[in-house]
């Protein structure tokens, strides 16, 4: 049985229904236990649970270094491509927004990551639209080969495959799968997106199980928080991490914490997540999955980020460019203008295309980036917090 069958009757709806009802001695009760369920998750996220933040982020740091050490995981986006064919409501590369978009090519693809390798990173994903002619499953495969004898960790964070599809991937080099759900509402996962294959909500929640039948070794996966409450994205996204530890239990799982942020299109949030609720969350995933990595990106700000590192934080990614050639400006003479998904010439000259300060390519970003710093700073930020930043943790020949 996939997910989507234990998704659908997932008692969602009663454990959000009873949350603002939750009282402190229900906490409490939840907090004594020393292995939690579903419905303690529900408890800990709950309002009256962000009275016990202190208690909460006690327990969590404990677990966090009782199980993983003082050490932080560092990881670089590497965008291939912003052409995609779906339109996502909050999504800055969608197929219907007048951006300036470009495919790298296998040598500007090498350019970008000798970049990040010199900074340091050995773990990269590479993040690419959804667009099966400019991102063609041999595009991808001839990616991961030109990278995987100088990257250890290559993960993937492209549109969903076949299993059949994904093993030539795995056989080049690639050894994670990263994938948002975005929304696990399904009226607003119908809403957002609105054109596409992406449309489909149950491929894309069978996407982890997919990806692990064809041997990837991390899975990675989230809602987007912003679109649906965020009590019901964790709570579902809970239970799609339960059933992923049970059912693919040879993967090593990650969960991200990620919100909206702006983008091109300059969608807004449906809903609101404060700091403080996603400090609470990050405790309550953490109380409920001791072993699982937490992911935090560089949408959220350098002092929050700070604040969250100790809390359960063991994956970050640092000094991020969310644009195609956003690290060395490979691929930028390349740029051209789409309109509803067809490619227009560009008008000479027209300023609001003109080289920017501080950007080394034109091409249109996913979403802005809150944490600027440089991946140095980020690892020294991680040392003087008294944790160890980890570049590398994995080596092929550990497979051998
Ligand atoms: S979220 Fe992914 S699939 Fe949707 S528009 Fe953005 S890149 Fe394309």
């Known amino acids: 049985m996939s997910f ?11 454990l959000l229904r009873r949350s603002p009802d939750i009282t402190a001695d229900a906490v409490r009760r939840s907090l004594a236990k020393s292995k939690s369920s ?18 909460l982020s006690q327990r969590s740091r404990q677990l966090t270094q009782q199980r993983f050490g003082r050490v932080i995981r560092l990881f670089a986006p ?15 590369f969608s197929r219907d927004n007048p951006i300036l978009r470009v495919t790298l090519s296998l040598d500007e693809v090498k350019q970008e990551a000798d970049a990040l390798r010199e900074q340091g990173f050995r773990n990269i994903l590479l993040v690419a639209g959804e667009h099966p002619k400019f991102v063609s499953n041999d595009y991808l495969r ?6 995987h004898p100088d990257w250890p960790g290559i993960s993937l964070e492209v549109g969903p495959l076949e299993t059949a599809d994904y093993r030539p991937l795995v056989t080049a080099g690639a050894d994670g799968l990263v994938v948002y759900q975005e929304t696990y509402d399904r009226g607003v996962y119908a809403e957002m997106h609105t054109a596409g294959p992406k449309r489909n909500f149950d491929w894309r929640l069978e996407t982890p199980e997919r990806a692990y039948a064809a041997g990837f070794r991390r899975l990675g996966i989230s809602p987007l928080y912003g679109l649906a409450d965020w009590r019901y994205e964790a709570i579902c996204a809970a239970a799609h991490a339960d059933y992923l ?11 991200s914490l990620a919100r909206l942020r702006p983008c091109a299109g300059e969608f807004q949030p449906l809903t609101r997540m404060s700091d403080r609720d996603l400090a609470q969350l990050v405790c309550a995933f953490r109380i409920l999955f001791p072993d699982v990595g937490l992911v935090l990106s560089t949408r959220e700000s350098p002092g929050l980020r700070d604040v969250l590192i100790p809390l359960g934080i063991t994956l970050m990614s640092a000094g991020s460019h969310t644009e195609p050639g956003g690290y060395t400006g490979a691929g930028r003479e390349k740029l051209h203008q789409t309109v509803r998904g067809r490619i227009v010439e560009l008008a000479s000259g027209a300023s609001e295309w003109a080289p920017q300060p501080n950007r080394v390519t034109n091409a249109t970003g996913q979403f802005e980036i809150a944490d600027e710093r440089s991946a140095g700073e980020v690892a020294d930020l991680i040392r003087r917090l008294g944790y160890e930043p980890v570049w590398k943790d994995w080596d092929a020949a550990l497979t051998a």
Request: charged share 15%; proline share 3%.
């Open 4 to 14: 989507v069958a234990e998704f659908n009757s997932l008692p969602v709806q009663t």
């Open 38 to 55: 579903l419905t303690d998750f529900a408890h800990l996220i709950s309002p009256a649970a962000s009275e016990f933040l202190e208690i």
């Open 78 to 92: 590497l965008y291939l491509s912003n052409e995609c064919v779906n339109n996502c409501l909050y999504c800055g």
């Open 142 to 147: 001839d990616c991961i080969a030109a990278l």
């Open 245 to 255: 530890l049970r059912n693919c239990w040879k993967a090593a799982l990650t969960i």
